[in-house]
């Protein structure tokens, strides 16, 4: 298989403290401890790495809400849960990724509207 770096891309989505870290809002659902066993987020890192060195585009996707959650929608049992939790709130460390990005990393934040 051939990939073209002008038209591939790695997309890492929702590698973030609430949804897989220890400490985070969703830690007892189980997510981490499945994520720590798996190694998830260091096989992402390697893959991430792997990207660069081809140099293929790698795009960080983020669920963010604002604090109060009032933009998030509630049609979801998975959207209801992180307005009850106060979780994935913009600017705070649940929110931020368990990845290091660096610079030229495009990053992406992604909002559940109504």
Known sequence: ???DPRTTALLVVDLQNDTVGGEGAFADSGAPAFARE???VENVMRLVEACRAAELQVIHVWHVDE???????????LFRGIAAADALVR?????SPC????????TSSSRSSA
Not at 67 to 77: E, I, L, Q, V
Not at 99 to 106: G, N, Y
């Open 91 to 95: 600017g705070t460390w649940a929110c």
């Open 1 to 3: 298989m051939r990939i």
């Open 38 to 40: 798996h190694g998830v």
């Open 99 to 106: 990845l290091v990005s660096s610079p030229t990393t495009a």
């Open 67 to 77: 604090p109060g959650h009032g933009d998030s929608t509630r049609n979801a049992d």
